[in-house]
């Protein structure tokens, strides 16, 4: 199993997941136009995928969804609620799967264990992968806080795709509006630097092969910033944490960590 962010951000989120069967997506939050030019980066066309993953339906994780599902005729994977509040978004789709948070499900060879996670959506969820050769990456990002859940399911994993959304202190001197504010660090927000600094020292260990911070605001982040924070959490683990962006896919992680440059 290989993974590669296309890129990540309040803009635009996608995951490109590649295993021995085939390919797909998590979310396809950049154009469709994006994405098939960044998937053509790792020699791949829309039109191979195995289907479209959708976690949540903010315009950031579905902006190209509705028109890669038609255009290349790709099944969609989501639960009921994020169908139904993503209806207008999406668009008509031809082929749905219907996800049940806590049920596990199949794409392309990886088993994807669909997990709660807290956020202003309606039933947006985070995902454990597994490859069939066991080798497990959590990817956890537009929640408002940790919960034991998501701390449970990002413990033992290879790989770990985590938000690292703003810096408190220049989310609270920066220039947004007090409400927006609010609602970013608020319980169904996004997560601090801080606190994902946290969890990321809690599941540092042996099993730990690579991570990327992901979701990083342009406005109250900096790229600087988040590496220290995230280097301190994984002292000692012999790896340096990865920072992706919204401008450009990342490279491709994987069984003993980075694969290569982006392409
Ligand atoms: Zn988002
Ligand atoms: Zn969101």
């Not at 289907?51 to 989501?78: N, Q, S, Y």
């Not at 169904?188 to 099993?207: C, F, I, K, R, T």
Request: glycine share 14%; aromatic share 6%.
């Amino acid at each position: 199993m290989e993974i590669a962010l296309l890129g990540s951000g309040s803009q635009g989120n996608a995951v490109l997941v590649r295993s021995g069967e085939g390919a797909f997506l998590i979310d396809a939050g950049l154009s469709a136009r994006q994405i098939g030019e960044r998937m053509a980066g790792f020699g791949l066309s829309p039109g191979e995928l195995a289907g479209l993953v959708i976690t949540h339906e903010h315009i950031d994780h579905v902006r190209g969804a509705g028109a890669l599902a038609r255009k290349w005729g790709l099944p969609v994977w989501t639960n009921r609620a994020t169908r139904e509040a993503g209806a207008g978004l999406l668009g008509p789709i031809g082929r749905w799967h219907e996800v049940e948070i806590g049920a596990p499900f199949e794409v392309a060879g990886v088993r994807l264990d669909p997990f709660s996670v807290p956020h202003d959506a309606a039933d947006p969820f985070g995902l454990l992968m597994q490859g069939r050769e066991g080798y497990r990456v959590a990817l956890a990002t537009d929640m408002g806080f940790v919960t034991r859940l998501v701390r449970e399911r990002a413990k033992g994993v290879q790989g770990l795709i985590l938000e690292f959304n703003h810096d408190l202190d220049m989310l609270l001197s920066g220039p947004y509006p007090w409400p927006l504010k609010q609602r970013i660090r608020g319980k169904l927000g996004h997560l601090s630097n801080e606190d994902a600094a946290g969890l990321l020292a809690e599941v540092a260990g042996d099993d730990l092969e690579w991570v990327v911070c992901a979701h990083i605001s342009q406005e109250n982040n900096e790229e600087r910033i988040v590496l220290e924070r995230a280097a301190a959490a994984l002292n000692g683990c012999g790896f340096a944490p990865y920072a992706a962006s919204q401008d450009r896919p990342t490279p491709r992680f994987g069984p003993g960590g980075i694969r290569e440059e982006r392409p």
